[in-house]
């Protein structure tokens, strides 16, 4: 069965660099969801999407940005970056149905 | 706003012993509730939804329950074996509206 695809799996970039994730949902899922979790925490919300549309907005700083396509794919967009943002970047997709949602692999992201 | 608590926070079994897994909330108006299993450094794996309508879901060794009148859910695993190592996080879901995890409960499970 398809799953939530994020893009890449790793990535190292050094501080004030940009960097951007990308996330392909399951097929017919409309609404997507970005999350943040740093070490030994749980991951942290930082926006929605549903019909490419933002639905809802969490802890996103502003130097970040989210967006979705046609495709419903999603991007996720993150400037300036700081040290602090190395963590584990998710991307889940939930369908119309209420059948839960389902994670991506996630992304992980090293600031340095 | 909703909030999740999971107890507890870390857990050491021995093989072969049953378990039971908590976690509770504060707003009984969910759409769903999920558990996962998370491995270190690895993604989420879903393992047990259960919608609002209802009260258990079963899989394999795994059962979760939810009560929304008293705000809690379980997750029991029959006959822990060392592979089910991992953090476990409940979730919850307001429809179309963004998963409020807990923090986890970090199980080992000593052969």
């Known amino acids: 069965a398809a799953g939530v695809i994020q893009s890449p799996r790793h990535l190292i970039k050094e501080k004030r660099e940009t960097a951007t994730l990308k996330c392909y949902p399951i097929?017919?899922?409309?609404?997507v969801y970005w999350y943040q979790q740093g070490p030994g925490q749980d991951p942290q919300f930082l926006i929605s999407?549903?019909?490419?549309?933002?639905?809802d907005k969490g802890s996103i700083p502003d130097r970040f940005s989210a967006q979705q396509f046609s495709d419903y794919h999603s991007e996720l967009n993150m400037s300036s970056l700081e040290l602090g943002d190395s963590a584990l970047y998710f991307c889940a997709s939930s369908d119309p149905t209420g059948g839960g949602y389902t994670f991506g692999s996630g992304t992980r992201l090293t600031v340095v | 706003k909703q909030e999740v608590t999971q107890i507890p926070a870390a857990l050491s079994v021995p093989e072969g012993e049953n378990l039971v897994l908590n976690c509770s909330f504060t707003d009984s108006a969910i759409y769903n509730l999920q558990w996962f299993r998370q491995d270190p450094g690895k993604g989420l794996t879903s393992l047990l939804l259960i919608q609002s309508s209802q009260r258990e879901q079963t899989s394999g060794r795994l059962n979760a329950s939810l009560d929304k009148s008293s705000g809690r859910s379980t997750l029991y695993i029959a006959a822990s074996q060392p592979g089910d190592s991992a953090t476990y996080l409940c979730?919850?879901?307001?429809?179309?509206?963004?998963?409020?995890f807990g923090i986890g409960t970090k199980l080992q499970v000593i052969p």
């Open positions: 097929p017919r899922h409309d609404t």
């Open positions: 999407f549903y019909e490419k549309m933002q639905s």
């Open positions: 979730a919850l879901s307001g429809g179309y509206q963004k998963v409020t």
